[in-house]
């Protein structure tokens, strides 16, 4: 352009020296060039940084779910063997409301298998089947109770799937182990500053006496695979989840806190 401008005497040349290059559109022509080409570049990278988040973020679900999956094989043995022994004990009253509150639980997980994040009503039923489950495999070891704060609008607020289960499990499996007297869990769900605070509180013998419980050599996993799993929710959805949990003496227990930021 700059060529043809400067053979038809449009545009002067910017040295007398050059008769038809480099003239002043040539020179613009060029620095459009450039500027074009520099956005060009900038669009390629920033639709490969894209791409890259993307795949990211779908390996990051993958390995969430393959984490939430990881957390309850041993849930499910348990259960299938509570529903043998029923069976063996011929109490089929007993075997039948389990085998109820099984199929229920199961069903809300595979509804919600794909899910990642929940209501806060759907993850509440999912606790009250997996604690009814748990309190009749235990011949009543233990009792809880579900403290509902009126203000919270349990189906509209948004939690991640699944998230309290792992943590009643603990209390479950460890708090309660040993303890000489009947167990307790309290879920308590409040609004709290720009989102939403769950505690579970239990009376059992807390983490440090319970760490001194396991067998030699045992390593357990479940606390890395919560953190894991949270880590990658905030990761994936920048949804800043925060989880403090505290040893309580005289009377001992554990209470965990569960902030939950709304989600954006």
């Known amino acids: 352009f700059g060529f043809i401008t400067g053979t038809l005497g449009i545009s002067k040349t910017t040295s007398s020296i050059l008769m038809y290059y480099p003239n002043y559109v040539f020179?613009?022509?060029?620095l459009a060039e450039v500027i074009l080409y520099s956005i060009a570049i900038l669009q390629q990278f920033f639709q490969t940084k894209t791409e890259q988040i993307r795949l990211q973020q779908q390996?990051?679900?993958s390995e969430l779910s393959l984490l939430r999956s990881q957390i309850n094989p041993h849930f499910l043995f348990n259960t299938l063997n509570s529903i043998k022994n029923f069976i063996v004990k011929k109490d089929t009253q007993q075997a039948s409301e389990y085998l109820t509150e099984f199929s229920d639980l199961i069903r809300s997980v595979l509804e919600k298998s794909r899910d990642h994040i929940i209501s806060l009503k759907e993850e509440l039923s999912f606790c009250e089947h997996y604690l009814k489950?748990?309190?009749?495999?235990?011949?009543g070891k233990f009792d809880y109770f579900i403290d509902r704060d009126l203000n919270v609008d349990m189906a509209s607020v948004q939690v991640p799937a699944f998230i309290l289960?792992?943590?009643?499990?603990?209390?479950?499996?460890h708090g309660f182990n040993n303890l000489n007297k009947?167990?307790?869990?309290?879920?308590s769900i409040s609004k709290s500053s720009g989102g939403l605070l769950i505690i579970i509180e239990d009376n059992g013998i807390g983490r440090e006496e319970a760490v001194k419980n396991r067998p030699a050599g045992h390593k357990s996993m479940g606390e890395q695979l919560i953190t894991n799993r949270i880590d990658?929710?905030?990761e994936i959805y920048n949804w800043p989840l925060k989880v403090e949990i505290e040893d309580l003496?005289?009377?001992t227990g554990t209470k965990v806190k569960i902030h939950i930021p709304d989600i954006r």
């Open 27 to 30: 020179n613009i022509s060029v």
């Open 59 to 61: 390996y990051a679900l």
């Open 133 to 139: 489950l748990e309190q009749k495999r235990s011949d």
């Open 165 to 173: 289960q792992p943590f009643l499990e603990n209390a479950i499996k």
């Open 182 to 187: 009947t167990g307790f869990i309290r879920i």
């Open 232 to 234: 990658l929710i905030s």
């Open 249 to 251: 003496k005289n009377p």
